[in-house]
């Protein structure tokens, strides 16, 4: 079967930050012409995330947090990867007692905060 996209009349722009436990955090830009409509959430991010990381896909063992923004053409709101992810403000917990079902969708299978710590074992009482 052959995947469908949404075109856009312009390139929509994606900002993501990656914060991670034990280094700096890393500012990441792409622009998008073209979404795959049936994508979900968690097959938009983790796609995102490993062309971010593609030459160093093991840099994001630790990953904390995504936070993203997005801007330009009004037609990708249609595209409901972008729906759920603006529902969530773009953000993205990677820690094992702050992760839900799209962020394990995101790491399953992958490197992907395969070794950051819950946020429990980070704070200092």
């Known amino acids: 079967m052959k995947q469908q996209f949404i075109t856009l009349k312009t390139n929509i722009k ?5 914060t991670f436990q ?12 073209a979404i795959p409509i049936d994508w979900n959430e968690s097959d938009f991010i983790k ?11 093991e840099s994001t063992k630790d990953l904390v947090k995504i936070s993203m923004c997005i801007s330009g053409d009004k037609l990708c709101d249609k595209a409901p990867c972008i729906k759920q992810m603006l529902q969530r403000n773009g953000k993205y917990y990677f ?3 702050q992760r839900d079902k799209v962020e394990n969708e995101i790491i399953k299978n992958s490197v992907i ?9 980070l704070r200092v009482n």
């Open 14 to 18: 994606i900002e993501m930050i990656f």
């Open 22 to 33: 034990n280094k700096e955090q890393q500012l990441w830009k792409c622009e998008l012409r």
């Open 47 to 57: 796609n995102l995330i490993e062309n971010a990381f593609h030459s160093d896909i």
């Open 95 to 97: 820690q094992p007692d």
């Open 113 to 121: 905060a395969s070794q950051t710590k819950p946020i429990s074992e």
